[in-house]
């Protein structure tokens, strides 16, 4: 994945794959490549320390090991309640949700209905053909679904994949559709127009406001400023 620290700055770090304790909810600062994370804190510490005590203590009650119990919505709940040990009340969980096997998936029914709004997604044009962008899913495959493994087309990428997994496969009530500026045009994932017109298909298909959309300006690109004030009076 492209990352913007110096080889120095990498040194200083590691993979939160592989240095982190694998909390429901990160326990310190994760970079992504764009900055250099700050150290783990003393309360960020504290809360780590809960969690683990919490998964220790609660695990066997739900009949898992602390790995399993973990990776549950009553995990999740535990870090949360961590988070709250420390922080103070900050987040609407109860000491149930993490120790009463059941209550946790109760909580989580009684919530899907709730407005989700996914605020940054991205789908590329039908003749982009830089397989580059395939590496993104290395990472998924390896770790998150296995049904990944084997496919290596731009297909996934695209509007059809793009619809399913948004508005299909998911309980997303409205999204926002983004690109990103490129030095090298073959790298750009939509036009402007071309996000206009999906937010337009998309919101008429459905009815109803779906889908908003940004537009894309690269800086230093020549007529960049005309093609803002294109986007503003004309694809709003």
Known sequence: MPHYLSDEELERTAPAEIASFRSPIPTQIVSNGEFNPLPQT???????????ELAETLSPRHGMSRRRFLASSA????????????????FDVSHAEAATPG?????????????????????????????????LAKYAKQHWNPALVGENT???????????????DSDTKVALLSGAPFDDPTWELLTNDQIAMARAAINTIAGSRRLLAHSVFTPKRAGWM???????????
């Open 75 to 90: 995990g999740m709940a535990a870090a949360f309640v961590a988070m709250n040990d420390v922080f103070g009340p900050l």
């Open 42 to 52: 003393p309360d960020q510490q504290r809360v780590e320390a809960r969690v683990k």
């Open 154 to 168: 731009l297909a996934r990428y695209k509007f059809d994949n793009y619809v399913k997994e948004i508005f299909v």
């Open 226 to 236: 005309d093609e803002v004030d294109r986007c503003i009076a004309t694809i709003k």
């Open 103 to 135: 209550v946790a998936e109760q909580r989580a029914g009684a919530l899907a209905g709730q407005f989700i709004i996914d605020d940054q997604t991205h789908f590329v044009r039908d003749d982009f053909k830089q397989e580059g962008l395939l590496g």
